[in-house]
């Protein structure tokens, strides 16, 4: 079942970062969690640099940017060095985040969603944008945290 807007964020293990996500370390301030389907790729590589280059403007609103894809933790580590993507990437090999959260596939099922999560300072979903345009889902996040700090 997909998680929808006034869900809190389930906690999540993620075995290739051999990490817990405990939404308690980000306690106190908005969080967006982004899943896109491959790193390098055009799409994906608009996707993370845009967030990227809107970092600094996330963190000034107190939030915390972080990534997920099917990709392994090196190839996240090449795509997050050659891009300078200063936020977190999570490796979800098993797909297991991505059915935790409810994430569609797209393409008759050959390719994984692109959907991004905008949670409040309590974890609460606040906004869910899924759609395939790479290029939409940093400032719709950004209109979001702006609405939620003013």
Known sequence: MALK?????PCFFNEDNNAVFNWDKYKGKPLVIYFYPKDDTPGCTTQACGFRD????FKELGAEVIGISGDSNESHEKFAQKYKLPFL???DND????????VPSNLFGLIPGRVTYVMDKNGIIQFIFNSMSAKNHVQKAKEIIQKMTE
Do not use: A, P
């Not at 807007?5 to 964020?9: A, E, V």
């Not at 809107?54 to 403007?57: G, I, S």
């Open 89 to 91: 990437l999570l490796s």
């Open 54 to 57: 809107e970092y600094e403007t």
């Open 95 to 102: 797909k297991k985040i991505r059915k935790l959260f409810g």
């Open 5 to 9: 807007i006034g869900d809190k964020i």
